[in-house]
């Protein structure tokens, strides 16, 4: 298996999807099946897949090229992660979630940003964001402690980055700090409670620090406006958090529907309904079913890929990003997600019964889109975030404006 360089690259600020990793993702799709069951069974990726990703250089899409990576254009990202999304949800997670914590070492001091990286860029980042932990300021750095959950990957993960509360001294008005930081995983205990309905083997789990220094070089505050770091200077790096978000959260789901929607197909061509005399693609309900559940996916796809090339022009451009704007990109995230779940509904119940037994590949497409629907990035409830922004109403999400 052939490695991609930030050399192949044949752009500086690529305007188009990147073929060639297009074609790596399904180079390694035969790899990614193989081991699905396993990931499912084990509660985590599987090993030959998380190789997989890493020698075709899949995890170093957001990484910038002077610290090795590929800066990959937004829409490529999308094209490829959900193309692994089509043969395992685990494994496009896998590739997805480190792909957004490396996008924003963007904003750690360049000294931070060296050393988590310093050991080349194939690093596997796990990370959470809302539930933070404890911190204290001390000697040019902060002690954190406290339990998290949702750290996707974190038995795999070579840096853990979590969103932290610096407690501050009230009596002088100081008013608490919210940071992110980054620590090398083996500073951390890792807790087994992943234990849910879908999207088993992304492996996201709880994890505990008790009295971890790091130091400042490893941090940045959570606030919306920032500098990038000399490394991220690039067109990329002006994306905004949504956009970063948008590329990468909905896009495993809108994989998982395709491949609904293929096998719901072969499923009608071949199935003869009980009680019935004919083949289930006969049947003028499933074909108004299929015609629907296509075109809901095809528009969420598109609505996605057009929102974000839009964006993406702006930031070759060196243009800013309203609030409007971002606010369409979490639009565009959140109608994705909901199109993939609407799509597999429908699938399943153009299968009907054979949808829910446990071999069919429906089943797993069904139990996936309903745990990831519910992402706090891309729920329905990003759908009200929208509507408060176009109304001038102070948004209930303020990190839209990130």
Known sequence: MTGLTATEKTSETPVGPDGSLIEAARGIAPIVRKHSEEAERERRLSQPVLDA????????????????????????????????????????????????????????????????????????????YGRPLEATSTNGGYRISGRAPFVSNCYDADWILSMVVVDEDESAGDEPEMRMVYFPSDQCEIIDTWDVMGMRGTGSNDISVADVYVPRSRTFPFVPDFEPGSHYRGPLYRLPLAGVAATGIPTPMLGVARRALDEVTELAR??????????????????????????????????????????????????????????????????????????????????????????????RCFRDVQTMRHHVWASEQRYGTFGQVRLGVPPDFPVVAF
């Open 53 to 128: 990703l890493r020698e075709t250089g899949l995890l170093r899409m957001t990484t910038p090229r002077s610290l090795g990576g590929l800066e990959t254009d937004p829409v490529t990202r999308v094209l490829v992660i959900e193309e692994i999304g089509r043969h395992d949800s685990a494994a496009a997670w896998t590739l997805e979630n480190p792909l957004d914590w490396a996008f924003v070492c963007c904003r750690l001091p360049d000294e931070g940003a060296e050393e988590i990286y310093g050991g080349g860029a194939d690093i596997l980042i796990a990370g959470q």
């Open 270 to 363: 071949t199935k003869t309904p009980v009680g019935s005399s004919g083949r289930l693609k006969e049947r003028a309900s499933a074909q108004v079913q299929l015609g629907r559940a296509e075109a809901i996916l095809r528009s969420g796809r598109l609505l996605l890929l057009d929102t974000l090339s839009e964006a993406w022009r702006r930031c070759i451009d060196g243009e800013t990003h309203s609030l409007e704007q971002k606010a369409d990109l979490l639009l565009a995230m959140a109608h994705a997600m909901s199109s993939a779940v609407q799509a597999v509904d429908l699938a399943c119940s153009i299968a009907g019964t054979t949808a829910f037994r446990a071999t069919s590949p429906l089943e």
